[in-house]
């Protein structure tokens, strides 16, 4: 009987009996002496029967009393035996409650938790991380997630895992954060969540007395007593129970044959239309084959054998028939002193997908290092077929002969070409700084995109601007960025198109929206006719790992944009689905002259003097040989650092030191270029090096003036490059 209907019952049957008695008053005598024996018997026994009824209702109450402290325990005790810590916060993560496993993981009394602020036990390099993840799960109010360390009492860290989510309070108090708190660092044990002791009530009865009226009163109180005690206990247990429930992780409660309780999550995750749907049946019904065995023997392992506490990984099958990674932990517990346990499972479905993508990023890590070998041994080689071409050109400059200088300018060409290659693998394995030189953008652009798009059945269309404004850039690392762009622009029209490329000058101001310093920039548009770009797909095309191809790395943008970023520009998408892609990116302007390319010979700057030349390569040294006297030099060679710092030393002590030194940055298995200028310096604060490297990429290219050196020359080169920096250095004009 509902509680309510019992309440306006035993208050009528307490209106009628005073009723009755206030009616009977008069006839009622001083002394029972006085009545007449068949009313005093009467009397008697109508007393009796109320005596009666009043243990009858206070039984029924204890009965259900009983019943409540059940069910609350079965909701206390799926709270406090979770294997994660639980935390209630306010918005100022101040915390109101939190389980006994959170405090054991702080090493805290969990009575001392209670209005400490959540940060308190956050490291201090991760405090940001909480903070940005806090504001955003308050100004959304969606479920957010990160990881970050804990500081234990003592001063130990240890990692967790916290999924956070907005609820409204309890009583339609203000909105409160409920968090999950994962230890990550011991996934294989965790500690047994012990059980609080319930609540024991005091159930006193008092043995009837003699004087009838005030047995009544107090039967009467201890009804009163029970019904606030019941209100109580219903209070509580529909706290426990929204807590169970609003938890962003799925817990069942299973007796040896099915599930007894599901709360929401557990819904969530089979896709099951409703909680009903689960009750009743067992787990291993929605585990996939391969763990249903396993599942069944640690069942009846936590069962019968009471062991603290079993955890594995599996798969849920739901109720769509999507695969889910889970990872599962049983716990025993008594159910209304029937043995059953507690099992929750965690989605692990997004931690699996990431270790996935470590093993990716692995094996990228170890073909950029394969592909950085590789291009710097192919540089060394192009630098000794471009030294003699140079050389070999020489005499044709004059126009003695048109058609073989023709040709060997097309050779020249060439070679170029491969080293843009190269210079494309050295971005992809090391990344870094971008060796910026003064080009020719429409060249670059123009041959980039001719060459990426050649077999295909896309044509270019090209737009350049009047007088387009000089650039200083890394040409190998935009023409990858080109390259990639080009490239998708191919693959989003499979029927064939146009990709139309347009470059312009456009200045930065205050009230531009690009990201940008104010100032000069140009503009490389690159836009095709494909089907368009999602907006949920724009929102990730820069983000690492993320493709929509099922063969893509998801790396070719997010290079781009790094590459990009490192030149102080931009790069940005615009698209609507069924009308195309545009890509746009913006490069800084400098304050040079463009200096195209000119098939005309040029007069090379020549000198005098003596010219250390360290590598260890041979080929590289006798091309050298050759090169340096075509200049005016006189050259000498070292094979690595030790050999070049005893004869600069040597010389430097003579009357005809050495007028420059060009130093390898890499020596297998001995000193390079970084270490031997330092000596240089302490001997020599103005020794006059230039670095040479076939890592174009290396970060001393980009900086060499911050490591020492003078001047640089990136393999390979030809002789018009060695004699200009040869002549800079020495005249001491860069």
Same mark, same amino acid.
């Not at 005093?40 to 009983?66: F, G």
């Not at 990426?452 to 200083?472: I, K």
């Not at 000498?636 to 003579?654: C, M, V």
């Given at each position: #009987? ?67 402290? *059940? ?5 206390? +005790? ?27 993981? %702080? ?19 991760? $405090? ?7 504001? $955003? ?38 909105? %409160? ?39 009544? $009163?107090?039967?009467?109180?201890? @009804? ?7 209100? *109580?206990? /219903? ?11 609003? #938890? ?8 040896? +044959? ?55 990984? *599996?798969?849920?099958?739901? &109720?769509?028939?999507? +695969?889910?990674? @889970? ?12 043995? =059953? ?32 070998? @590789? ?35 097309? @050779? ?37 995109? #001719? ?39 191919? /693959? ?80 940005? %998408?615009?698209?609507? &689905? ?5 890509? =746009? ?17 040029? /007069? ?11 590598? +260890? ?17 006189? =050259? ?23 007028? =420059? ?27 006059? *090096? ?9 970060? &001393? ?23 200009? &920096? ?9």
């Amino acid at each position: #009987m509902p509680k309510n209907d019992d309440h306006k019952k035993f208050h009528d049957l307490r209106r009628q009996a005073e009723e009755e008695i206030k009616g009977n008053f008069r006839e009622i005598p001083d002394t029972l002496e006085a009545l007449p024996p068949e009313e005093s018997r009467r009397l008697l026994h109508q007393l009796r029967v109320y005596q009666v009824e009043l243990e009858m209702q206070n039984e029924e109450l204890r009965r259900a009393q009983l019943e409540l402290e *059940a069910s609350r325990g079965l909701y206390f +005790d799926l709270y406090n035996l979770a294997p994660f810590g639980y935390v209630i916060m306010d918005e100022w993560s101040v915390i109101r409650d939190a389980n006994i496993t959170f405090a054991r993981m %702080v090493d805290t009394e969990r009575s001392q938790l209670t209005g400490e602020p959540f940060t308190r036990f956050i490291d201090r390099e991760d $405090q940001d991380t909480y903070y940005l993840k806090r504001k $955003q799960l308050w100004k959304t109010k969606k479920q957010e997630a990160c990881e970050l360390r804990l500081v234990k009492k003592g001063g130990s860290c240890f990692w967790i895992r916290l999924e956070m989510t907005v609820v409204n309070g309890h009583d339609r108090s203000a909105p %409160v954060c409920r968090a999950v708190i994962m230890d990550i660092t011991q996934l294989k044990q965790a500690e047994e969540i012990q059980k609080n002791a319930h609540t024991v009530l005091e159930h006193m009865v008092r043995e009837r007395t003699s004087e009838l009226e005030k047995a009544n $009163q107090k039967l009467q109180v201890e @009804i009163e007593q029970r019904n606030k005690a019941e209100a *109580a206990l /219903q209070k509580s247990e529909e706290h426990f129970r929204k807590m169970v429930e609003l #938890m962003p992780v799925a817990i069942f409660a299973h007796t040896e +044959d099915s599930i007894i309780f599901a709360n929401t999550a557990a819904t969530e995750l089979l896709k099951a239309a409703d909680t009903q749907d689960l009750l009743g049946k067992a787990l291993v019904e929605f585990l996939h084959a391969d763990d249903q065995v396993q599942f069944e023997q640690l069942l009846k392992c936590v069962l019968h054998e009471r062991v603290e506490k079993k955890t594995f990984s *599996a798969k849920f099958v739901s &109720v769509a028939g999507a +695969d889910i990674d @889970i990872e599962l932990s049983l716990i025993p517990f008594a159910h209304q002193n029937v043995p =059953a346990v507690q099992v929750t499972a965690y989605n692990i479905t997004e931690r699996k997908q990431i270790e996935e993508e470590i093993i990716k990023a692995e094996k990228l890590e170890s073909i950029s290092i394969l592909a950085g070998g @590789i291009a710097h041994d192919f540089n060394n080689i192009l630098t000794i077929i471009l030294g003699y071409l140079s050389v070999v050109r020489k005499p044709f400059n004059a126009g003695k002969s048109i058609e073989t200088y023709s040709h060997l300018k097309e @050779i020249e060409k060439a070679t170029i070409q491969a080293i843009g290659l190269t210079k494309q693998l050295l971005t992809f394995a090391k990344g870094g700084a971008p060796v910026k030189s003064a080009a020719s953008i429409e060249e670059l652009i123009e041959e980039t995109v #001719m060459f990426t798009s050649s077999g295909s059945n896309v044509r270019c269309q090209f737009a350049f601007a009047d007088d387009l404004m000089p650039v200083e850039v890394d040409r190998g690392q935009i023409s990858q960025v080109l390259n990639n762009l080009i490239i998708n622009a191919v /693959q989003a029209m499979p029927g064939g198109g146009t990709i139309f490329i347009s470059v312009e000058n456009i200045a930065v101001d205050k009230t531009s929206s690009l990201p940008l310093q104010e100032g000069n920039y140009i503009q490389i548009s690159v836009r095709d006719e494909g089907e368009g770009i999602p907006e949920e797909v724009r929102r990730q095309i820069f983000t690492p790992f993320f493709s929509t191809k099922s063969t893509g790395t998801g790396l070719g943008l997010t290079t781009s944009y790094s590459i990009i970023k490192q030149h102080g520009g931009h790069i940005t %998408v615009d698209s609507q &689905v069924g009308a195309g892609a545009t890509f =746009a990116f913006y490069l800084p302007a400098s304050g040079g002259i463009m200096l195209k390319e000119s098939n005309l010979s040029r /007069q090379l700057k020549t000198g005098s003097g003596r010219v250390l030349v360290m590598d +260890d390569e041979e080929a590289i040294l006798r091309l050298a040989a050759e090169m340096l006297p075509l200049l005016g030099y006189d =050259a000498e060679f070292a094979r690595h650092g030790n050999e070049a710092i005893a004869l600069y030393a040597k010389a430097f002590r003579s009357t005809e030191p050495f007028a =420059a030194v060009i130093l390898d940055l890499t020596i297998r298995g001995a000193m390079g270029g970084k270490d031997t200028v330092k000596k240089l310096l302490e001997l020599d604060p103005e020794v006059k *090096a230039i670095v040479s490297s076939g890592y174009s990429n290396d970060a &001393v290219l980009s900086d060499y003036r911050a490591y020492g050196f003078k001047g640089m020359v990136s393999k390979p080169y030809q002789l018009e490059e060695l004699a200009d &920096v040869l002549h800079q250095v020495i005249l001491g004009t860069v």
